[in-house]
């Protein structure tokens, strides 16, 4: 499984994408570059698994989703944004929740990007500049947010866009980058799926099933997909409902 370990500082911000295990550190002011036998390993394809290596390692997805949704420094963690920060670099969070591993609110609101919103962003997450406009801008939050952050277990689906850009936007306002640990739901669920995609050497990407009530592409909504997600990848579906408790007898 491609693990992703955040290299943080004051100046820079930059993924390191390498095999190991399942969780990736993010050592705030430590890495300064990266390592160049991480570099070769972000452009290797991997072999694709036999059958027998598929069913142990979906064993091992299991397992983390056992021990994250146990551990209560668990903190999910979804943000909706302004476009993607590889292809603007201007990008702001618009709306940003964290949830522990009960499903409790850590933290959920609006976020004004002090920017206008662009169309396309609007089409997927719905957040316009009139939703926004009296939200607080993220520097007035994010002192909250880092010292949630701190020192938490925080899992995102898809954790190098969200925590790459909570970081970046970090040092962007010069908030001091708080040490936590990252693991990436997406990537752990790709594995369990186990469908392999030949084009890229790796696990195929899966998109995060919508399993909590609200739509989609809502930061609190998908946190708590993430979480429930989480906890089908278990064997648990005790959040599904019971049809046979269901009363047609109007």
């Known amino acids: 499984m491609r693990i992703f370990a955040l290299a943080a500082n004051r100046s820079n911000v930059a993924f390191m994408g390498f095999t190991t295990s399942l969780s990736f550190r993010c050592p705030s002011r430590q890495s300064k570059a990266l390592n160049p036998e991480l570099k070769t390993a972000m452009t290797t394809k991997k072999t694709k698994p036999t059958d027998k290596q598929k069913e142990a390692i979906k064993a091992k997805q299991v397992k983390w989703a056992k021990e994250s949704l146990a551990d209560p420094t668990t903190l999910i963690v979804d943000v909706e944004t302004t476009g993607l920060l590889v292809k603007d670099p201007k990008t702001e969070i618009v709306s940003i929740s964290m949830i522990d591993n009960q499903g409790r609110v ?38 909250l947010i880092a010292g949630i952050m701190s020192n938490k277990r925080v899992v995102c689906f898809n954790a190098q866009f969200d925590v790459h850009l909570i970081v970046t936007l970090f040092q962007k306002y010069d908030i001091e980058v708080p040490d936590f640990e990252v693991e990436c739901a997406m990537e752990a669920y790709a594995a369990y799926t186990g469908d392999w995609a030949v084009s890229k050497g790796d696990w195929k990407w899966q998109k995060l099933p919508k399993l909590a009530y609200g739509k989609a592409h809502d930061s609190l909504v998908d946190c708590e997909s993430t979480r429930l997600l989480m906890k089908k990848m278990t064997g648990d579906f005790s959040d599904e409902p019971n049809t046979q408790e269901i009363s047609l007898d109007f």
């Open 106 to 143: 850590a933290f959920s609101c609006l976020v004004n990007p002090q920017r206008p919103i662009p169309i396309e962003a609007q089409k997927i997450h719905g957040i316009d500049d009139l939703a926004v406009r009296d939200a607080p801008p993220f520097p007035v939050v994010a002192s």
